[in-house]
C-alpha cells in the first residue's frame, strides 16, 4: 500500500458517477499528475482525498490510516487550490502561521518555521504584505508555502498553474517539482495540460467520464497508450482502424496492409493502429522500411523545428500525419505534391484495442 | 468615421457623462447645501437675500429640549435597531446563500419586502399589531422605546440582508476550504476567516442601518409618546409652529453626524467598495 492509497472510490451525483470505481497508490516521494479532459473526474477524486466532497463507496488511505470518513481538518493534507485561496485579511505570514497556529504550536516554532517555509519559496522579505500587493506567481508561492509549512502527509495541487501567463507557468511548475523532490513529499496534482503533466510527474494518471483509462510513466504512456483515448489525448497520433489478418499482418479499413506487432490480438479481431507522426519516415530512404508505400505529399506546415506534413499513400489513398525535424541546411525541404515515400518499422507501429 | 470624427465622438461622449454626473450631483446636494446655509441666516424666519448670517440659531436649537431628547430617543433606537437588524440579517443571510436548503429565495424576498411597502402603511399595521398584543399578553408596544426598535429593526433587516448576501455570494469558498485544509474546525473557520471576510459587507450593512433608522418619520410617527419622540418627529412638530432657522441648524447637526460617521468609517472599509 502505498502513503497515500485509493480503493475502487466512487462518487456518484444521481445517476451520474463523476468518479468511477478509480483505486490509485502514490508511493512517498511520488508525484503523481492526474491528467484528462474538464468534466472527467480528476477535480473530483482530489477533492475527495481532501476531504471536500464525500465519497459514495470505497476508501481513501493516507500513510495506512483509514480517513474515508474524516472531515477535511483532520486529514493532515496540504492543498494548493486553483484561485490560491488566500486569506485576504492576514499577511502573508499569518496565511502561512495559519495551519501550525491551528495545530497549537508554540509561538517560537511558528516563527521559524513560517521564515523557513518562505524562504524556501523566495519570499522571505513579504511577510508583511497582505496578499493583494503581491503578483499572480507570488501568491502561488505563498499558497504553496502555506501548505507546505504543516509537513502535509500528502500535497494536494488544484491546477496550481493554469491562473499564471505561460511564462510563469513552466518556471513555477519546475519550482513545484524541485520543491517536491526536495522534501521528499508524496504528491498528487491536478492538471488538464498534458505538456505539464509529462515535464512534471514520476506517474501519470489519465481520466476520462470519471474512469481511470491508464497509469504509468510518462514514456509509458506515449509509446504504449492502452487505449484509442490516451492515445489521441496524448500528443498527436495517426490512428487507423482495422483488423488483423493473420499473425504480424494488419489491414486497414482502407485496405493498407501493414507489419506490426499483433501478439495481443487473435485473427481476425478489430484493432487500431496508433502510428506517432515523428516515428515515419518521409523521402526514398523510406523505401527500405519494414512498411513502406509510395506516396504524394498533400500539405506542409513550417512549424520551426518541424514540419508537418499531410502524405497520401498512391495505394488506398490512406492519409498521414508526419512530423520532419528541420535540420540546418536542409537541402530536401519537402513540397506540396511531390511523389515521395512513406515509411516506417514494425516497432512503430502500435496495436491498441478500440475503446 | 474617419479618425478625427472617432476622436470627436469620444469627446462628446466623455462631455455627455461628465454633464449629466454634475447634473446629479447638483440635484442631490443642493437640498443639503440650502439647509446649512440657512441655519446661518439671521431672521426669524426663513426669507431670501439673507439681511445677515448669525450663529445664534444653533444655539437656540440646542437650548429646545425636544430637539435634544428626540436625539437621544433616535440614537437609542436606532443603536437597537441596528444591532438587532444587523445580527438578525447576517444570520439569515448566512442561511440564505449557504445553506443550500429550498425556498431561501422566497425567504430572502420576504425578509427585503419591507423596502417595497410604503413606510407609512408599515406604520399603520405596525401600530394595530402592537395593539392586538397589548389586548392579548398585556405587552404594550405602542409607546416605548422597544416598540420603537422592533419597528425599525423591520427596516434595518432588509437592508443588512441586501448587503451581507451581495458580500457572501463574492466569497471564494476555497478560502474556507483552504482553512478547514489547514486543520481548522467548522467553527474556527467561521470565526476566523468567514466572519473576517464578511467584514466590510457587515459594517456597511450597520452604517446603513443606523442611518436609515436615524431619519426614519413614517413608521416612528405612530409609535411615539409625548415627551419621547425622535428627532425626524420633533422637527415636524416643530415645523408646525415656527419655520425659523433652528430646524435648520438641528438638521445641520444631523447631516454632519452622518457624513463624519461616513468619513470615519470609509477610512476602515472603503465605501465604494461594498456599496
Known sequence: MGTLSVRNLTKRYGAMAAVDNVSLDVEGSELVALLGPSGCGKTTLLRMIAGFIAASEGEIFIGGRDVTYLPPHKRDTGMVFQSYALFPHLTVFENVAFGLEMRGAPKDEIRTRVGDALKLVRLDSYGERYPRQLSGGQQQRVAIARA??????????????????????????????????????????????????????????????????????????????????????????????????????????????????????????????????????????????????????????????????TVRTDENSTDLLVQVPNKIASSATVKTGEKTFVGWSTQAALLIRED | ???????????????????????????????????????????????????????????????HGAFLRGFETSAKVAFGATCLGVFLGTAASLAIVRSGLPGMKLIQGMLLS?????????????????????DGIGIDLTNGLWGLILAHTLLTIPWTVRLVCANLVGLNRSIEEAAANLGASPLRVFTRVTLPMMRSGVIAAALFSFIISFENLEVSLLLVQPGSTTFPIAVLQYLEFKMDPAVAAATTVQVLIVASALLISDRYVKLSRVV
Open chain 2, 114 to 134: 419591507p423596502m417595497i411597502v410604503p413606510n407609512i402603511v408599515i406604520g399603520i399595521a405596525l401600530y394595530v399589531f402592537f395593539i392586538r398584543i397589548a
Open chain 1, 148 to 309: 507546505l509549512v504543516i509537513r502535509p502527509d500528502v500535497f494536494l495541487l488544484d491546477e496550481p498553474l493554469s491562473n499564471l501567463d505561460a511564462k510563469l507557468r513552466q518556471s513555477v511548475g519546475l519550482e513545484i517539482r524541485s520543491l517536491q523532490k526536495m522534501l521528499g513529499l508524496t504528491t498528487v496534482f491536478v492538471t488538464h495540460d498534458q505538456n505539464e503533466a509529462l515535464a512534471l510527474a514520476d506517474r501519470l494518471v489519465v481520466m476520462d467520464q470519471g474512469i481511470v483509462r491508464q497509469i504509468g510513466s510518462a514514456d509509458e504512456l506515449y509509446l504504449r497508450p492502452s487505449c484509442v483515448f490516451v492515445a489521441s489525448f496524448l500528443g498527436q497520433a495517426n490512428l487507423i482502424r482495422g483488423h488483423v489478418q493473420a499473425p504480424s499482418l494488419f489491414r486497414t479499413n482502407d485496405g493498407l496492409a501493414i507489419k506490426c506487432d499483433t501478439s495481443q490480438f487473435g485473427s481476425g479481431s478489430p484493432a487500431v493502429l496508433c502510428l506517432r507522426p515523428e516515428h515515419i519516415e518521409v523521402g526514398t530512404d523510406a523505401a527500405a522500411l519494414d512498411n513502406s508505400f509510395a506516396a504524394s505529399v498533400q500539405a506542409a506546415t513550417y512549424l520551426g523545428a518541424s514540419t508537418d506534413l
Open chain 2, 1 to 63: 468615421m474617419t479618425r478625427e470624427a472617432l476622436i470627436d465622438s469620444g469627446r462628446i461622449a466623455r462631455f455627455l457623462l461628465a454633464a449629466v454626473i454634475v447634473f446629479v450631483f447638483i440635484t442631490l446636494l443642493t437640498p443639503v447645501v440650502l439647509v446649512v446655509w440657512a441655519s446661518f441666516f439671521d431672521s426669524s424666519f426663513l426669507s431670501f437675500p439673507p439681511p445677515g448670517y448669525t450663529l445664534k440659531w444653533f444655539a437656540q436649537a440646542a437650548e
